[in-house]
C-alpha cells in the first residue's frame, strides 16, 4: 500500500511539472500592477478610468485543468460605440475552467453558439462570427424594419459586418456588459485598407498589432482548450516555408438572391443580395471549399490546422483568427462554424478541486536588444498625435516619455500590460525634434521623432 502511495504521488509530481510548462497555463496576461479599465464616452476624447480591473486577476491549475479569474475587462480603451449601444464594459467577475490536454472530436462537429466561445489571453471574452439576429420573412415580426425573428436560424447575421459601426477602435463591444471580439482583435487604423474612422477619434491599440514578418502570438483559448494565434504563422505545419498569412478557406458564395444554402437545399428566402445587404451579411454567404484545405497556407472547416508554433515545437492543433490580404477580418474570424475538439471548457462558481496558483514572471525589455523589441514610432515626422508602438505584447507596464532636444520632459504616457502602444498629443508642440524614452523601471530606450506641422 506504502508503494502505490508513493508511486500515485511520484505520478502527481510530475503531472504538476509538466503542467507548469504547458501555454494553457503560462500564457495568461496577469494583472500584476493594478491596472483598471479605461473607456471614452462620446464625444470626450480623454479616456475615463473604470472601478475594475484589467486583465486576468489570477491563474490556478490542477494537473488536468486550468482556472483562469478575470472581470472581462481589457486594458485598452473601450468605447464609444457608435451605433447607440447603451451598454459598457463592466465586470463578468467570472472563472473559466479549460482543460490542459484537450482532445480532438472524433463525432458529429458541435456547433459554435452565441455567447462565449473562447476567452482571449487578457481575459476577454471570445465570441463568433453571429450577432444573434437572424432574417425572417414574416411580416408580423418586421416592427419597423426587415431584421426580426431572433434566433429562428435562416440567414443568421453577420456581426463583424453588420454592427461594424458598433466596434470600438479594438474592434470590441460589449453585450449586456460583457465586453468582447468577435474578430482579430487589433485596432482598426492598424490594418493596410482602414474601413472604420472610429480610431480618429478614440486612439486605442488591441490586443495585439499584427507584423507579417513574425509568427503570430498566441491570443487565446477556445472553449474546446485549443489555442487560438492571430494572423501570421509558419507557412508549412512542420514549421518551415517562412512566415505566411493564415487564410481562411470559406469563400463568399456567387449568387444574387438568397432562396438555397450552400449545399442546395431550400430554405425560407431572405433578401436580395443588395448594397444595403451585401454579400457577407449573413453566415449562409459563405461556403467551405475543401480543396483550399488542401494547401499549407489554407486551413480547415473549424479555422484550424495541426501545426507547430513557438509555443507548441512539438505540433498542437491551433485555431487562428483570419484576416485578407488587407489586414480586414475574414470569415469565420476566430474559431468555427465548429470547434474542433470537444467542447468541455465552462464557466464555473467554484473551484471543486485542489489547484495550485500560477504567478507570472516578469522580464525586463533589456532581456531583448532594441531591434529585437522593435518599436516602432509613427507618423515621423509627427504634425497631431504619435504612436509609440511595441510589435508584441507588452507583459508589464511601460513608461513612455518624451523630451526635447535640450533634455526637458515634455509629456509622459504608460503602454499598459496587455497591451501595445500608447500616445502622445503633439498639436501643442513646436515644430523641431524630440526624443522618445521607453522606459520598464530598469533599462532604456530612445527613439528620436520630429514634430512637422
Known amino acids: 500500500m506504502k508503494r502505490i502511495s508513493f508511486l500515485t504521488s511520484c505520478l502527481f509530481f510530475f503531472s504538476m511539472m509538466d503542467a507548469q510548462t504547458n501555454p494553457a ?16 464616452v462620446a464625444g470626450n476624447y480623454t479616456p475615463i478610468n473604470d472601478a475594475d480591473s484589467a486583465n486576468v486577476q489570477t491563474v490556478l491549475y490542477s494537473s488536468s485543468f486550468v482556472y483562469v479569474r478575470t472581470k472581462g475587462v481589457p486594458a485598452y480603451v473601450s468605447g464609444p460605440f457608435l451605433d447607440g449601444n447603451p451598454s459598457r464594459t463592466s465586470s463578468q467577475n467570472a472563472i473559466f475552467k479549460f482543460p490542459l490536454t484537450p482532445a480532438q472530436n472524433t463525432g458529429a462537429p458541435i456547433n459554435t453558439t452565441g455567447g462565449n466561445i473562447g476567452v482571449f489571453i487578457n481575459g476577454v471574452a471570445m465570441f463568433d462570427y453571429r450577432d444573434g439576429v437572424s432574417w425572417k420573412n414574416d411580416s408580423s415580426k418586421l416592427k419597423g424594419g426587415p431584421l426580426g425573428g431572433m434566433g429562428d436560424n435562416v440567414w443568421n447575421r453577420d456581426a463583424v459586418v453588420a454592427e461594424r459601426v458598433g466596434f470600438d477602435c479594438a474592434k470590441g463591444h460589449p453585450a449586456m456588459g460583457n465586453y468582447h471580439h468577435h474578430q482579430n482583435p487589433s485596432a482598426f487604423n492598424l490594418d493596410r485598407s482602414v474601413i472604420s474612422t472610429v480610431c480618429n477619434l478614440y486612439a486605442a491599440d488591441g490586443l495585439y498589432t499584427i507584423d507579417s514578418t513574425v509568427h503570430s502570438p498566441l491570443i487565446g483559448f477556445s472553449y474546446d482548450g485549443f489555442p487560438v494565434y492571430g494572423a501570421y504563422a509558419y507557412k508549412n505545419a512542420d514549421g518551415t516555408g517562412g512566415i505566411v498569412r493564415m487564410k481562411s478557406s470559406f469563400a463568399k458564395r456567387s449568387i444574387s438572391t438568397r432562396t438555397t444554402y450552400a449545399d442546395g437545399s431550400t430554405v425560407t428566402p431572405g433578401p436580395p443580395v443588395s448594397a444595403t445587404y451585401p454579400l457577407g451579411y449573413f453566415k449562409e454567404d459563405y461556403e467551405y471549399i475543401p480543396t483550399s484545405a488542401g ?81 516602432v514610432i509613427y507618423p515621423n515626422p509627427a504634425s497631431d498625435l504619435v504612436a509609440v508602438q511595441l510589435n ?45 524614452r521607453i522606459y520598464d523601471g530598469k533599462d532604456i530606450i530612445s527613439k528620436n521623432i520630429s514634430v512637422l506641422k
Open 295 to 375: 494547401t499549407p497556407d489554407y486551413l480547415d472547416q473549424h479555422n484550424g490546422r495541426f501545426c507547430i508554433t513557438p509555443e507548441y515545437p512539438a505540433g498542437k492543433y491551433c485555431y487562428f483568427a483570419t484576416v485578407d490580404d488587407h489586414w480586414n477580418s475574414a470569415y469565420p474570424y476566430l474559431i468555427g462554424p465548429t470547434y474542433y475538439g470537444t467542447k468541455t471548457a465552462s464557466k464555473v462558481t467554484n473551484i471543486s478541486e485542489s489547484v495550485t496558483q500560477y504567478t507570472a514572471v516578469l522580464n525586463n525589455i533589456s532581456a531583448a536588444s532594441a531591434k529585437a523589441l522593435n518599436v
Open 25 to 40: 497555463i503560462l500564457s495568461w496576461l496577469q494583472n500584476t500592477t493594478g491596472i483598471l479599465g479605461r473607456h471614452y
Open 392 to 436: 508584441d505584447l507588452s507583459k508589464q507596464d511601460i513608461q513612455v516619455e518624451l523630451y526635447d532636444m535640450m533634455g526637458k520632459f515634455v509629456q509622459s504616457t504608460t503602454i499598459y500590460q496587455g497591451s501595445t502602444i500608447a500616445y502622445f498629443d503633439t498639436k501643442i508642440l513646436y515644430n523641431g525634434d524630440y526624443v522618445v
